[in-house]
Nanobody, 124 residues
Framework: QVQLMESGGGLVDHGGSLTLSCRAS????????MGWFRRAPGKEREFVAA????????HYAASVEGRFSISRDIDKDTIYLQMDSLKPEDTAKYYC?????????????????WGRGTQVTVSS
């Protein structure tokens, strides 16, 4: 089964930027949509961004629209989440996930494979 490995998390100042990466162990991930979710302490997991299998169609949560950008490098089996203008409320553990199909979804139940996550902490 394909494995997903996130990286790029860390501690950043309010207003700063980070880029998360998620590399898949198997090229078959190219046939699927991919997404980013996050979970803050004491809160439910929430959708952040998703990209379809082609990389041309994306979707964002309202809370990150205009600040975050999702992309994928099909040849490298890797997706990215560029995060700008970070806020303390963006502090969470971020997870990438492989969708069940090729079209992006914003519901966690539509994702079948998950990474272990990478922590992002934004200082105030």
């Amino acid at each position: 089964q394909v494995q997903l490995m996130e990286s790029g998390g860390g501690l950043v100042d309010h207003g700063g930027s980070l880029t998360l990466s998620c590399r898949a162990s198997d090229s078959r991930v190219r046939n699927y949509a991919m997404g980013w979710f996050r979970r803050a302490p004491g809160k439910e997991r929430e959708f952040v961004a998703a990209v379809d299998r082609s990389g041309h169609s994306t979707h964002y949560a309202a809370s990150v629209e205009g600040r975050f950008s999702i992309s994928r490098d099909i040849d490298k089996d890797t997706i990215y989440l560029q995060m700008d203008s970070l806020k303390p409320e963006d502090t969470a553990k971020y997870y990438c996930a492989r969708g069940a199909g090729g079209t992006w979804r914003d519901y966690a139940g539509d994702y079948e494979i998950w990474g272990r996550g990478t922590q992002v902490t934004v200082s105030s």
